[in-house]
């Protein structure tokens, strides 16, 4: 489930929603509660919003923003890409179709997406002949302000898969997401459940659903610093495992450097070695001295490699698989290494890249696995409830100017715990 999470002071239906109104500090907690997008209210009589809520936003988080507001000019389109809007609203119910097509297509060439809201199965058809691609159907009757969610799911049908769906209004429990899902609706627009708790990283896991617990790897410890922030965590929130890397760059360190950080951590914490097409020989003789617990090949080692480096060591085997297109996960869904590692591919690069990938070719992998590449606490929320892994490998995301950072660390162990 997708969640488009709400910033917004009051409504016309309920007045008043949020008294106080830290708007920057709402969407931060929404994007690292695993939000897909925010909503902010621009709309200033009815709903108290301003287009410096959204100009803010935008400016300080990551995912897409949408501007809501009644757009009944095109002057408003161009408005909202200058504030930095990613997406704007477009109501069927005050649009005609020709105005409707005009704003769609104008939007479209300003590279605006648009959430078309319909609430009837002409307005669905209506939405549908302009090319709507996001289509959002309110659960809520704006003539009386009744509400019923399973208005979402009666005209459900009348739009294709290829189209996003979104269920708006009304949507307060987990149940009411649950419905959603088993009819075929992916995303759901949510303000007021949100905007009335304090807590919203919870609130947003509770609509949610459960996730699987998730582990953590710390990798790219360097220096004897990295190993005591780790030590300092407690023990609830301590990785699972650590990671030195061997192989040439800027995290590189040596077999001595190793042993002695080794020797300091805690007991419990795990010890990855990253290598990059490095003789098996030395591999083993490493795992075995450090001593490692586990292997990671980030190299262009083959299942061949993987089999002759078994009969040499008896510490696990990872092998990091850099991913472009779905066809490099597939490639090697079947591989005899103890845990696949799914990264980001970048030219000349083996890892540590702090750039992501679309998780979402990974829904087909049915053995547990790893996922590295451009997280933080930001999204990795939503990465993991996109890609369902066994753990995530993170480094650069917890660094600042090149090295490890504790707040950082303590930061994303404590969201992976929370999620």
């Not at 509400?147 to 979104?166: A, G, K, M």
């Not at 301590?238 to 080794?262: D, E, N």
């Not at 707040?407 to 162990?413: T, Y």
């Amino acid at each position: 489930m997708n969640f488009i999470c709400e910033v917004k002071k009051a409504s016309p239906s309920k007045g008043v929603i949020a008294e106080d109104f830290p708007y920057l500090e709402i969407a931060k907690d929404y994007e690292k509660a695993g939000a897909a997008a925010i909503s902010v209210l621009t709309e200033p009589k009815f709903f108290m919003g301003a287009d410096e809520y959204l100009s803010d936003i935008a400016k300080t988080v990551a995912i897409p923003v949408l501007r809501k507001d009644f757009i009944i000019d095109s002057y408003q389109i161009y408005e909202a890409k200058v504030i930095g809007a990613s997406t704007i609203l477009l109501i069927c119910a005050i649009l005609s179709e020709a105005e409707l097509q005009s704003f769609h297509d104008l939007a479209q060439s300003l590279g605006l997406a648009c959430l078309v809201e319909a609430h009837s199965e002409e307005e669905i058809a209506k939405a549908m002949a302009v090319g709507a691609r996001i289509i959002g159907v309110n659960n809520r009757d704006l003539r009386d302000f009744t509400v019923d969610i399973n208005h979402s799911i009666r005209l459900r049908s009348l739009v294709p898969e290829s189209v996003t769906f979104v269920s708006e209004s009304g949507l307060n429990t987990a149940a009411d997401i649950d419905v959603l899902r088993k009819n075929g609706i992916t995303a759901a627009l949510i303000g007021e459940r949100f905007m009335r708790v304090v807590d919203k990283g919870k609130a947003i896991a509770e609509l949610y659903g459960e996730v699987p617990p998730v582990v953590t790897k710390i990798c790219g410890l360097k220096r004897s610093e990295d190993i005591e922030a780790i030590n300092a965590l407690p023990a609830e929130l301590r990785p699972a495992y650590i990671g030195f890397v061997f192989a040439p760059g800027k995290r590189q360190i040596t077999a001595a450097t190793a042993q002695k950080l080794a020797a300091a951590l805690v007991p419990g914490v795990k010890k990855a070695g990253v290598f990059v097409n490095e003789s098996l020989a030395t591999v083993a003789k490493l795992a075995e001295t450090v001593p490692l617990d586990v292997i990671q090949l980030c190299g262009d080692e083959t299942e061949a490699d993987i089999k002759e480096l078994r009969t040499l060591t008896k510490a696990k085997i990872w092998k990091a698989v850099q991913v472009a297109t779905e066809a490099d996960v597939a490639r090697w869904r079947d591989s005899e290494a103890d845990m696949l590692l799914f990264d980001t591919y970048v030219a000349g690069e083996r890892g540590g890249s702090g750039r992501s990938f679309d998780w979402s070719v990974l829904k087909n992998v049915n053995r547990p696995f790893m996922l590295a590449g451009g997280l933080n606490s930001r999204n990795v929320a939503r990465a993991v409830r996109i890609a369902r892994p066994y753990g995530v490998d993170i480094s650069s995301g917890v660094e600042t100017d090149g090295y490890k950072d504790d707040r950082k660390i303590r930061e994303f162990v404590t969201t992976v715990k929370t999620i």
